[in-house]
């Protein structure tokens, strides 16, 4: 069960077809897979199963927002990141946290940003 109410989780009661669904979505790239929140909420981690473009909102009901500059910690299950800035929260989860990698498709290059991937492939494969 969840500990975050931010009601953005998997229903525990799947139906075949939501397992169906689940399996081809663990099958793709992981940068489309399901990943699981390890912010620590009230000493518990969050738990709630998102899909990394539900990642921003998601870090917003944890209290994550603010200024581009505001400083916040990384509250994540064991991480001992320095301080950062508001605008950098969502990569460290999507680098170090969920390992998020965006492959290049024609020559096999990998990216921890996929902005860097774009530019990789406007430069290299256009």
């Known amino acids: 069960m969840s500990h975050c109410q931010s009601g953005s989780g998997f229903n525990e009661n799947w139906s075949p077809e939501d397992e169906y669904t ?26 709630d199963v998102l899909f990394p473009e539900q990642f921003s909102g998601h870090l917003r009901a944890h ?15 064991a991480c001992d ?3 950062m800035k508001r605008e950098n ?25 996929k902005n860097s ?3 990789h492939r406007k430069r290299t494969h256009p």
Do not use: K
């Open 81 to 83: 990141a320095p301080q």
């Open 22 to 47: 689940m399996l081809n979505y663990l099958s793709g790239p992981r940068a489309q897979q399901p990943h699981t929140c390890g912010w620590v909420v009230g000493g518990e981690p969050c738990n």
């Open 117 to 119: 991937l774009n530019n």
């Open 89 to 113: 929260m969502l990569r460290h989860v999507f680098e170090v946290h969920l390992e998020l990698r965006f492959e290049c498709t024609d020559c096999g290059l990998s990216f921890t940003r």
């Open 63 to 77: 209290g994550i927002s603010g200024g581009d500059t505001t400083t916040v910690s990384c509250r994540w299950v």
